[in-house]
Each structure stands twice: as C-alpha cells, then as structure tokens.
C-alpha cells in the first residue's frame, strides 16, 4: 500500500523553465511533508517542507504548495538550473508529540535539467 | 563537517554470511532512524531510536536484522545469514524531535551503506 505516491518517474525540462514535480498522498493523517533530493551515492539531502496548517512555502528558487483536500502537493522549481538534476522524493510524517516522526517515502522522481 | 557518517560506504559480501553496519549520528541528536532503499523505490522505514532506546521496528525488519544504539550514540545495524534480497542502500539518519513553534527539517541523511549479497 503506498501511502505517498510520485506518479511521474522522470522529468525534463529546459534551463531557466520551470520544474513542478508531484505528489499524492492517501493518509489523512499526513501532516507534515517534506521534499528531498538525491544525488547518486549520496544520502537524500533536505529541500523544504510544509505543515499542514499552511497551503504555501517559499525558500528562494523552491515553492511546496499542499492542497489538503486534493491530498496532493507540489514543488516548483523556478528558474531550473542544471544543477537541480536529482531524484526529487516527497516525504510525508504524522508527528504527534513524542511519536516516532516516521517519513514515509515516494518512489521519486528524476529531474533532468538540460542547459 | 558533524554530519551523520555511515560506515562502510560499500559492503560486497557472500550469501549466508553476517554483515554488521555503523552509523555515527549528528551529536546533538537524540533520534537515529534506518532507512533501506532498494533500486526504483523511496527509503523505507526499518527502525527508529530515541536516545538508546529502540522504539519502533517495521515489519521489514525482519528476525535476521537487528540494530543496537549503545548509549545513544552511534547505531549499528547486523543483517544475520544474508540473503541476495538484503541487497540494498542502508541509509542512516538523525534528526531533534519536531517542534511545532518553528520548521521541522527532518532528517539529516548518512550517504548510506551500498550492500551487494552475490
């Protein structure tokens, strides 16, 4: 049963476009997701994440946007560099006080930035 | 550099044989988490300690594997009788627990140990 779903195994977009990469989720109970990046050989490395509480977040070059009813969010990338060529993975946690803080995964998506 | 250190970084090993990983988590942090991802999929949640304690096993982790976080420090993860689908990334990670006053930034990941069982 997967909980987080990538739908989209790759993408590729020019330099300077925009990437917007996908994820749904099923548990209600999600309440806290976060974006990761991968490189090969390399652990996943923090991108941005989101509460629950909010619809939008902004940190610089990436924007997460949550739509809670859709259970589905989003990550833009603007502008893409070809620096930004990764496995993109979205990550999703129902943290409770003093719970586990468990990330559940997607399968990832790979972002192929062409300059 | 205080990031979290994964050791080995690739473990080649034969079917049946013992294999025991070690992570040195961020210092600060009191939760250690293992993670396994296998090729064309996300981590997986194998196990999490708070502290010493290990508080939560997943059902992956299966009676061959066990992990030990010796005084809340550095974790080691033992896979028993290796099997060809043991063959895997083993990722490690620490992070603080979440407060909800300010951003979470989740786990900072170890680059992991690549297992091969031939």
Redesign the interface.
């Known amino acids: 049963d997967q909980q ?1 779903k ?1 739908n989209s ?1 790759s993408l590729s977009v020019q330099e300077g476009r925009i990437s917007i990469l996908n994820c749904d989720y099923t548990n209600s109970m999600f309440d ?1 997701f ?1 974006w ?1 990046k991968k490189y090969p ?6 991108l941005i ?1 989101i ?1 629950s509480i909010k619809d939008k977040n902004e940190d610089g070059r990436f924007t997460v946007f949550l739509n809670k009813s859709a259970k589905h969010l989003s990550l833009h990338i603007v502008p893409s560099q070809p620096g930004d060529s990764a496995v993109y ?1 979205c ?1 999703a946690s129902a ?1 409770y006080g ?1 719970a ?9 998506t790979l972002l192929a930035v062409q300059p | 550099d205080t990031g979290v250190s994964q050791n080995p970084r690739h473990k080649i090993t034969k079917r049946g044989q013992n294999v025991t990983f070690r992570c040195d988590p961020i210092s600060e942090h009191n939760r250690l988490y293992w993670y396994r991802q296998t090729l064309g999929q996300g981590p997986e949640f194998l196990t999490y300690f708070q502290n010493e304690a290990q508080l939560e096993k997943s059902r992956l982790l299966s009676d061959r594997f066990s992990a030990e976080r010796p005084k809340g420090s550095f974790s080691t993860l033992e896979i028993q009788r290796t099997e060809q689908g043991d063959s895997a990334m083993y990722l490690c990670a620490s992070s603080l627990a979440l407060n909800f006053d300010r951003a979470w930034y989740g786990y900072t990941f170890g680059s992991g140990t690549r297992l091969t069982v031939v």
């Open positions: 987080v990538q195994p806290y976060l990761y050989a390399e652990g996943p490395t923090f994440s509460s993975f990550a943290p003093g586990t803080n468990k990330l559940i995964f997607g399968t990832g």
